[in-house]
């Protein structure tokens, strides 16, 4: 598929505003604001961003704990408001984080996140049963952190989407790590994609920090999962700038993260990358990408106030969410 002006400018902006909403949340943890905790995907914009672009409002999204979907959650629709709010325990939040569900991601085709790393896998598979069953051409894209191959949900869901042709993208986002474990002392391969030959189903590698090269990857497999020619499995290689978990040490093994490393990669930040091109290719200038900017900061300034101004929810709701006559 032939990406136009149009597209890259909204998948600039989407990473953009992915990126802020990330800083906003960290933000609001150090603040004491946010309920739980929170584990940024700075670095890893460029995979939820092109595949959303894809997607169709009726087309299934399941997410993982990295940066607690927002990466899929925004550019699928879901207003930051709501993801903040969700974040800071109030009433007004959504799905967009960690627990819950809210009518605003059900319409949007996101069930939200499973239990365990891995337990969305299944669901996902489920979920492709139903849009085969429906025959609208639904797809279902299901993320997934490389440390989540060790799963077994992870390859019972891979075989019945492959024999089943399920229309089911599988989209990789391997970060060489899982937590603080290097995916090379969990995995015995080099390419996490190298799983898709047992299913019988396509494995493709990117670069992950290439958003452009994502999008045209996953329209293959989204366009090859509507056709009814079943399910794909790629794998996008990336990383993540910060810690595992926000407020701990970058923990990798007996030690820390290589800063090094860490530096290395970060001259191949995907929003830097891709603004770097399209200033070259005049599609953007120097005006559009401050103004992109301050869009971005402005609706994450005015999502977080919209949150911490929003009411908690009523202690009452317990009684009906949980217990029926």
């Known amino acids: 598929m032939k990406i136009t002006k149009e597209q890259m400018i909204k998948l600039y902006t989407d990473m953009v505003r992915v990126r802020k909403l990330d800083e906003t949340l960290i933000n609001g943890l150090f603040a004491g604001k946010v309920q739980g905790f929170y584990h940024s995907q700075q670095g890893q914009e460029a995979p939820g961003v092109a595949a959303c672009a894809l997607l169709s409002k009726d087309d299934y999204l399941f997410y993982t704990h990295r940066g607690h979907g927002v990466g899929k959650t925004l550019p699928k629709g879901v207003p930051a408001r709501a993801i903040i709010a969700e974040h800071y325990g109030k009433a007004t939040g959504s799905c967009g984080g960690m627990a819950g569900f809210h009518t605003c991601e059900i319409e949007l085709g996101i069930p939200g996140l499973g239990g365990t790393v891995g337990g969305e896998f299944t669901l996902a598979s489920g979920m492709g049963i139903a849009a085969k069953m429906r025959g609208k051409g639904q797809v279902v894209a299901s993320f997934l952190g490389d440390g989540a191959t060790g799963r077994g949900t992870f390859h019972t869901a891979m075989l019945m989407a492959a024999n089943w042709k399920l229309p089911v993208v599988w989209i990789c986002e391997n970060n060489l790590y899982g937590q603080f474990v290097p995916i090379s002392i969990a995995y015995p391969k080099e390419n996490i994609a190298d799983l898709a030959f047992g299913y019988g ?60 490393e860490v530096e290395t990669w970060k001259k191949r930040d995907p929003i830097e ?53």
């Open 201 to 260: 189903i396509p494995g493709v590698i990117v670069d992950g920090q290439d958003v452009v090269a994502v999008y045209e990857t996953v329209s293959t497999a989204v366009d090859r999962a509507r056709a009814g020619d079943g399910p794909s499995l790629i794998e996008c290689k990336t990383y993540r700038f910060r810690p595992h978990l926000e407020g701990f040490p970058d923990f990798i093994g007996a030690g820390l993260r290589n800063e090094e």
């Open 273 to 325: 990358l891709f603004r770097k091109g399209l200033l070259e290719q005049g599609i953007l200038t120097g005006a559009d990408i401050e103004r992109i900017d301050h869009e971005a900061a402005e609706e994450m300034e005015e999502a977080e106030k919209f949150a911490s101004e929003s009411p908690i929810p009523d202690p009452e709701i317990l009684k009906t969410a949980l217990y029926a006559d």
